[in-house]
């Protein structure tokens, strides 16, 4: 039952989003849309940002299920891009009022379980340190994000599979390389 709660507020906020900005949103008006008590809400989060956050998150998990791997990363990055435009004007609401950093921090958790996905797998059979494993993913993560919110701050009016395709061509073998780099081995 909690997870259903969660989600009726989830849909919610989304569908009040598309009328009314983030900050004249008040919890009665979330509660009132989908039928339950203001104690609910305040059963499962402490206040409006957070509901923001774990739907960010959320979004993010279904966008990214089961493609943490070198063969899917580009079919992941795509999809978060999807989610993204998915939930365009949720995106844009909070990207004005939250704060950019709730954006980045929602990204950068998203695209850190898929890089470190990938950079896990590539990793198999090769000696290397797992904060050498962690720095890579980071690296990469910072740089995917970068993109993304350049992006988003431009309107979102860019084709995202044309910025899926760069930005493959252009990572195209680097992270075997970076570990390769790091292991200082051939076993890659």
């Known amino acids: 039952m909690s997870n259903t709660t969660k989600l009726a507020l989830e849909a919610s906020l989304k569908k009040l989003l598309q009328h009314k900005k ?112 962690d720095f890579i993913a980071q690296f990469y993560k910072y740089g995917f994000v970068g993109v993304m919110l350049e992006w988003i701050d431009h309107g979102m009016k860019d084709d995202y599979r044309t910025i899926v395709e760069k930005m493959s061509v252009t990572l195209h073998g680097n992270i075997a390389n970076s570990i390769h780099n790091f292991s200082g081995s051939q076993k890659i």
């Open 22 to 133: 983030i900050d004249k949103i008040t919890i009665s008006d979330i509660t009132s849309d989908c039928g339950i008590s203001r104690m609910s809400f305040y059963y499962h989060f402490k206040d409006i940002y957070e509901l923001v956050e774990w739907v960010c998150v959320e979004d993010g998990k279904r966008a990214l299920q089961g493609k943490k791997t070198y063969d899917t990363w580009q079919e992941g990055l795509t999809q978060i891009f999807e989610a993204v435009m998915e939930n365009k004007t949720f995106i844009q609401n909070i990207n004005g009022v939250v704060g950019r950093d709730k954006i980045e921090n929602y990204l950068y958790k998203l695209t850190y379980e898929l890089i470190a996905g990938v950079v896990e797998e590539k990793c198999r059979g090769v000696d290397i340190k797992k904060e050498d494993k």
